[in-house]
């Protein structure tokens, strides 16, 4: 197929590469707060975006004009650029030029959808009537759709469609000067309406057990002790502690512990870890990535041994290999990158119950909370919001004030059960002032030695 005669034009005058990404997108949010609907924002959005890489050099410009005028006139300001002084001055790295025309998202005030308004004052009645220890109760629901479509220089053209959307609940709870809080979530690829009717209801009450239930738990032990998470705390570890290092962009950069070890064994041999972007109904899933190559499962660790990266077209290049559908973007305002999708650890052979009756004394994780970790060395802390004393291979008592210290690396090797069932987490990534939607999940495993923070010795 013949390249777009303004992006050819471009190529002439020194581009190695150039890319269109024109977005039109609409977003709703609900949100609920005090009993009462707060907020009811509905948008739309449209614009195009221009990439044009030079030598070692990334340019990006973008318009909330689309169209062939627009297309020319972004790549006329772009093409003045590439051989400035300033760009062969910034020989490595990113070089946004600006905009045209540029703005915010066109929202407005709207009249409250009546179903979702009728959805989450009812839902908020029930979760209010689970304990009078509940203080508050926030419900929020957000969607976006988005159509886009890509061209480039190569004479490649691609459309995908996407929804979007998830709910989420989070209750607190007091008793005295002790406050908890839950928090629970459901989403997916399809709009606020699709979902079963009694999905928020679900995880309301999830959200509003927990807190209520944490509010009687014991103060955690701290120490070293075996640690198992439930498929039920979804993915956040692998996320965080392992997907992140995997992006091909930080491990070429030398911001990964896991650079350059390609065809190395950096788990156990029970782990295997895939990014799959062609799940139905997931929450990270696309046809297409954001610079329109095909969507695929990449198999990213193979029973211990690291066998790929997740790239886009930039990185791969760098590598002399061919992107496997990872860069991704927020929107028309930034350049994609290399991004995780829907991450997880497969399934393994182990029953749950069993992992459980295994362990003498230890902690059980069902909810993992917020956290942080060095993708340079993979050091992590972890706040562990549900968990349970362990006590002779049987869940003894809830405990409260837990968090997981360790290193990613390590923990993937200590691993020695994989359990045979499997739970997501969603969530929207941060990533280079960037969000993208994703999903994780991992199956019922066990660490047999991590250092757990706590207010109790073991």
Known sequence: MAADPTLARLARRGADFAEFFEERSSSLLVHLEDSRVQKVLQGDEAGLGLRVLAGDQTFYTFSQHRGATSGRRLADELG??????AARAKRYGYLRVGNAAAGPPRRSAAP??????RLVRHVDRLVRAVSPAIRQVIIAGRERRQEVRITNSLGESARDRRNSSVWMVQVVAADGAVIQTGHETAGGSAGLGAFPPDTLERIGLAAARRAVQMLSARPAPGGRMPVVLSSEAGGTMIHEAVGHGLEADLAQEGFSVYTKKRGKRIASPLVSVVDDPTLCGA?????????GVPAERTLLVDRGVLRAYLFDRLSAAKDGRTSNGHGRRQSYHQRPIPRMSNTMILPGTHGPARILSEVKQGLLVRKMGGGQVNTINGDFVFEVTEGYRIEGGEIAYPVRGATLVGNGPEVLRQIDRVGSDLGFALGTCGKGGQGVPVSDAQPTIRIPELTVGGTESS
């Open 112 to 117: 409250v959808p009546t179903e979702l308004a």
């Open 80 to 85: 003045r650029v590439i051989g400035s002084r």
């Open 283 to 291: 929450r990270g899933s696309y046809t297409v990535d954001d610079e």
